[in-house]
């Protein structure tokens, strides 16, 4: 009993400087009630119009990421913020093949996911919203945009990673994020006639909130057209973009200008640290609060509660809402990695995320709010050491979790999984995320609940 008191008081240390969720005291394992849910469910389907959608990708998030999260943070019959959505289904994510797009890519990353979700339509791995072809195809965001919709687009990755990059930007190759990056997409490249690298073309989007990292390639330099001879950042605060790099920064924004917050030379740094697994095992273990992780950064709570506050304030006078994307980037960074404690954390943070867009549905109910994945990922919750790596946490419940990654040696990057990952949602329309959907169909979902499609 004392082991388990002490284990507590460090748990809860980790909690308290995460900032991140609130732990529930452990309820009973079986679960604490058995209600008939049938009303709640046919109370939670509703139609209509969506005045907001709000889109929350985890990345790499599948069941196995989700469950190692909530094991570790709130015990294994608690539940996350992102488990009380009313209304959940499956989805399939596999990409097509760019040789021969008729057959299935059955792992998909997440530029070919995200074009999937941001324009209906499937593709490659690495494409950013254009066919195996390479033409582009309109995204959630640009038609938001075009139809009078507010836009925002936050990440803890670079803004130029696949993710946040789908909805802004269409370039034949993920890998061409700023004007000095464009060895793979010469067709996109400015000099060359093109729209330019995706830095370039998500500020020419002009979403009205873009949170992330990722400043090294809004500081390269524009090699052609209007904006040639100045950085990128030059160009976003010459087509009105506020600049801001910092927590505090982010704090004080004020007007109605669009927000360019560029808080990290590459990705954002995590949230906590914890054991390298070995082939062994280790030892049980639990989390840390990442000290080393820069201060004046914001956490993904901030960002998001930012992109709602400035967008909910642009938008109270409009017959238009708005279109929201939030990314936890770094579970999938972690996962890559085989870090379980810090993709547990990026897990948590964004699960906090994930709380204040259900408090702001709450107020604002004719809100969409879906939260999903891209791709399945590595990390396995396991009985014993595997042929892969493990490592053991002590949980919530004061029990081991022991976790394998086993789909590439340490040195290497763990693989993407071709499961069917989870999709939940509520607010209008919400429904259309029930029984097993595919990827593209979210974008469907998306357009016809803010009726622009
Ligand atoms: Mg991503
Ligand atoms: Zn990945």
């Known amino acids: 009993m004392n082991a388990l008191r002490h284990l507590r008081g460090r748990r809860v240390a980790v909690v308290l400087a995460a900032a991140a969720i609130v732990a529930t005291p452990t309820v009973a394992l079986a679960g604490d009630s058995h209600p008939d849910n049938t009303r709640a469910a046919d109370h939670a389907i509703q139609g209509g119009r969506a005045r907001n959608v709000i889109l929350l990708i985890g990345d790499g998030m599948g069941d196995s990421e989700i469950t190692i999260a909530r094991n570790y943070q709130v015990g ?11 209304l959940t289904g499956a989805y399939t994510t596999y990409a097509v093949q760019k040789d021969n797009p008729s057959l299935p890519d059955y792992v998909t990353d997440s530029a070919a996911s995200g074009t999937g979700w941001a324009t209906g339509h499937k593709s490659y791995n690495g494409a950013i919203s254009v066919t195996p072809d390479g033409k582009p195809k309109p995204t959630i965001l640009e038609l938001a945009r075009a139809a009078g919709f507010r836009t925002g687009d936050v990440t803890t990755a670079e803004l130029q990673d696949a993710t946040p990059a789908v909805l802004g930007a269409h370039v034949v190759s993920r890998d061409c994020k700023g004007p000095d990056a464009m060895a793979a997409c010469a067709v996109n490249a400015k000099e060359n006639g093109g729209a330019g690298s995706i830095a370039e073309q998500l500020v020419q989007t002009r979403p009205d909130v873009l949170l992330g990292g990722g400043k090294q390639y809004f500081d390269q330099t524009v090699k052609a057209g209007g904006f040639q001879g100045r950085t990128v950042l ?38 906590w640290v914890g054991p390298k697994p070995t082939r062994t095992g280790t030892a049980p273990s639990t989390c840390a609060v990442n000290t080393a992780r820069t201060a004046t950064q914001p956490h993904l709570v901030d960002m998001a509660d930012k992109a709602l506050t400035v967008l909910d304030r642009q938008t109270r006078h409009s017959r238009k809402g708005f279109f929201l994307q939030i990314e936890g980037a770094s579970i999938d960074k972690q996962d890559h990695a085989a870090n379980p404690c810090g993709q547990i954390g990026e897990t948590v943070a964004f699960d906090a995320a994930i709380k204040r867009v259900l408090d702001y549905q709450r107020s604002h109910p004719d809100t969409l709010v879906v939260v999903t994945a891209d791709h399945g990922h590595t990390s396995q919750i396991v009985e014993a050491p595997t042929l892969g790596y493990t490592a053991t946490l002590v949980t919530h419940d004061g029990a081991n979790m022991t976790i394998s990654y086993a789909t590439a040696d340490i040195t290497g990057s763990q693989q993407h999984t071709g499961t069917e990952v989870r999709i939940a949602a509520g607010g209008p329309q919400a429904a259309n995320v029930l029984g097993v959907t595919n990827q593209t169909d979210l974008f469907f979902t998306m357009s016809r609940a803010l009726g622009i499609r």
């Open 234 to 271: 030059q160009q976003a605060q010459a087509n009105g973009y506020q600049v801001v790099t910092d927590a505090a920064g982010l704090a004080g924004v004020k007007g109605d200008q669009p927000i360019l917050g560029t808080f990290a030379k590459n990705n954002m740094d995590l949230e």
């Open 76 to 86: 294994a019959a608690g539940r996350l913020a992102m488990d009380k959505l009313p």
